[in-house]
């Protein structure tokens, strides 16, 4: 079973920072693209920033310049550094991948999975 498990939101003043991380678990083959996403109260769930299997990254003009996405392949983990935050940056945020992994025992799969949210206030 695969599970993406995500870290590091909380409160923080505005022009603060915070990095999170998203570590994917379970017999997992290979990963394609993870992204971030983001979903303010009464808001649809927006891209924040997504990146390749070979570092290439793009991001939402509103953070541009602001937040960093990286990944670790090894571990199987994707990161969000967050700088300069604002008030409007405050949602959930979601973390998601596109990849390969086992199912049952023989069978080779592919599906995109979420992890469970985590939450970024930023507040005075």
């Known amino acids: 079973q695969v599970q993406l498990v995500e870290s590091g939101g909380g409160l923080v003043q505005p022009g603060g920072s915070l990095r999170l991380s998203c570590a994917a678990s379970?017999?997992?083959?290979?990963?394609?693209?993870m992204g971030w996403y983001r979903q303010a109260p009464g808001k649809q769930r927006d891209l924040v920033a997504v990146i390749t299997s070979g570092g290439n990254a793009n991001y939402a003009d509103s953070v541009q310049g602001r937040f960093a996405i990286s990944r670790d392949n090894a571990k199987n983990t994707v990161y969000l550094q967050m700088n300069s935050l604002k008030p409007e940056d405050t949602a959930v945020y979601y973390c998601?991948?596109?990849?390969?992994?086992?199912?049952?025992?023989?069978?080779?799969?592919?599906?995109?999975?979420w992890g469970q949210g985590t939450q970024v206030t930023v507040s005075s």
């Open positions: 379970g017999t997992i083959f290979t990963i394609n693209d």
């Open positions: 998601n991948a596109d990849l390969q992994f086992l199912s049952g025992s023989y069978l080779r799969r592919r599906n995109t999975f």
